[in-house]
Protein backbone atom coordinates (compact mmCIF):
# COMPACT_ATOMS: atom_id res chain seq x y z
CA UNK A 1 0.00 0.00 0.00
CA UNK A 2 1.17 3.87 -0.61
CA UNK A 3 -0.22 6.78 1.08
CA UNK A 4 0.00 10.21 0.05
CA UNK A 5 -0.73 12.52 3.13
CA UNK A 6 -1.42 16.06 2.48
CA UNK A 7 -0.48 18.85 5.01
CA UNK A 8 -0.28 23.01 5.34
CA UNK A 9 -3.19 24.69 4.34
CA UNK A 10 -5.87 26.55 5.68
CA UNK A 11 -7.03 30.23 5.63
CA UNK A 12 -4.41 32.94 4.72
CA UNK A 13 -5.77 36.90 3.60
CA UNK A 14 -4.96 37.73 0.29
CA UNK A 15 -0.94 38.32 -0.50
CA UNK A 16 -0.15 36.35 2.26
CA UNK A 17 1.91 32.77 1.86
CA UNK A 18 1.44 28.99 2.35
CA UNK A 19 3.68 26.12 2.11
CA UNK A 20 1.54 22.73 1.45
CA UNK A 21 3.81 19.42 2.04
CA UNK A 22 2.74 15.73 0.65
CA UNK A 23 4.49 13.13 2.11
CA UNK A 24 4.34 9.38 0.43
CA UNK A 25 4.58 6.42 2.34
CA UNK A 26 4.44 2.60 1.78
CA UNK A 27 5.50 0.04 -0.37
CA UNK A 28 7.51 2.24 -2.53
CA UNK A 29 10.85 1.30 -5.07
CA UNK A 30 10.80 4.79 -6.73
CA UNK A 31 8.86 8.16 -7.20
CA UNK A 32 9.16 9.45 -10.66
CA UNK A 33 6.96 12.52 -11.28
CA UNK A 34 5.11 14.75 -8.63
CA UNK A 35 2.57 16.81 -8.84
CA UNK A 36 -0.74 19.05 -7.31
CA UNK A 37 -3.70 19.89 -8.77
CA UNK A 38 -6.54 21.89 -7.39
CA UNK A 39 -10.21 22.13 -7.44
CA UNK A 40 -12.01 24.94 -6.67
CA UNK A 41 -16.30 24.96 -6.16
CA UNK A 42 -18.09 23.94 -9.14
CA UNK A 43 -14.69 23.82 -10.95
CA UNK A 44 -12.80 20.73 -12.77
CA UNK A 45 -9.79 19.48 -11.14
CA UNK A 46 -6.22 21.63 -12.63
CA UNK A 47 -3.18 21.12 -12.63
CA UNK A 48 -1.02 23.72 -10.68
CA UNK A 49 2.56 22.30 -10.61
CA UNK A 50 4.51 19.55 -11.88
CA UNK A 51 8.38 17.90 -11.01
CA UNK A 52 10.02 15.05 -12.73
CA UNK A 53 12.48 13.15 -10.53
CA UNK A 54 15.22 15.08 -12.28
CA UNK A 55 13.99 18.36 -10.76
CA UNK A 56 12.34 19.99 -13.85
CA UNK A 57 9.32 21.86 -13.09
CA UNK A 58 6.30 23.40 -14.97
CA UNK A 59 3.58 25.25 -13.82
CA UNK A 60 0.45 26.80 -15.21
CA UNK A 61 0.33 30.28 -16.03
CA UNK A 62 -2.22 31.55 -13.12
CA UNK A 63 0.50 30.51 -10.51
CA UNK A 64 4.12 31.32 -12.31
CA UNK A 65 5.89 33.59 -10.70
CA UNK A 66 4.03 33.18 -7.59
CA UNK A 67 4.52 29.18 -6.53
CA UNK A 68 7.09 27.20 -6.04
CA UNK A 69 7.30 23.32 -6.32
CA UNK A 70 9.94 21.23 -4.57
CA UNK A 71 10.57 17.68 -3.65
CA UNK A 72 13.12 16.05 -0.97
CA UNK A 73 13.82 12.95 -2.69
CA UNK A 74 15.31 11.46 0.31
CA UNK A 75 12.27 11.63 2.55
CA UNK A 76 9.48 11.05 -0.44
CA UNK A 77 7.79 14.22 0.09
CA UNK A 78 6.85 17.04 -2.58
CA UNK A 79 6.18 20.46 -1.56
CA UNK A 80 4.43 23.79 -2.77
CA UNK A 81 5.58 26.86 -1.58
CA UNK A 82 2.39 29.46 -2.59
CA UNK A 83 3.00 33.45 -2.48
CA UNK A 84 1.19 36.16 -3.49
CA UNK A 85 -2.14 34.49 -2.94
CA UNK A 86 -5.06 35.53 -4.15
CA UNK A 87 -8.58 34.34 -3.72
CA UNK A 88 -9.19 32.61 -6.59
CA UNK A 89 -6.38 30.46 -5.74
CA UNK A 90 -8.68 29.34 -3.35
CA UNK A 91 -9.07 24.82 -3.57
CA UNK A 92 -8.70 21.99 -2.36
CA UNK A 93 -5.29 21.53 -3.25
CA UNK A 94 -4.51 17.48 -4.00
CA UNK A 95 -1.27 15.74 -4.38
CA UNK A 96 -0.12 13.24 -6.99
CA UNK A 97 2.54 10.96 -7.76
CA UNK A 98 3.69 8.30 -10.03
CA UNK A 99 5.06 5.49 -8.09
CA UNK A 100 6.95 2.52 -9.14
CA UNK A 101 6.35 -0.42 -7.08
CA UNK A 102 6.37 -4.25 -7.68
CA UNK A 103 8.07 -3.51 -11.22
CA UNK A 104 5.19 -1.35 -12.39
CA UNK A 105 4.08 2.11 -12.38
CA UNK A 106 1.40 3.40 -10.58
CA UNK A 107 -0.35 6.77 -10.28
CA UNK A 108 -1.36 7.65 -6.41
CA UNK A 109 -3.47 10.99 -4.97
CA UNK A 110 -3.65 12.57 -1.71
CA UNK A 111 -6.88 13.04 0.12
CA UNK A 112 -6.46 17.14 -0.50
CA UNK A 113 -6.02 19.50 1.77
CA UNK A 114 -8.09 23.10 1.66
CA UNK A 115 -6.42 26.26 1.32
CA UNK A 116 -8.66 29.40 1.56
CA UNK A 117 -7.57 32.88 0.76
CA UNK A 118 -9.95 35.60 1.86
CA UNK A 119 -10.21 39.23 0.34
Known amino acids: QVQLVESGGGLVQAGGSLRLSCAAS????????MGWYRQAPGKQRELVAV???????NYADSVKGRFSISRDNAKNTLYLQMNSLKPEDTAVYYC?????????????WGQGTQVTVSS
Open 96 to 108: SATIKRDLRLYDY
Open 26 to 33: GSIFSIHA
Open 51 to 57: ITSGGST
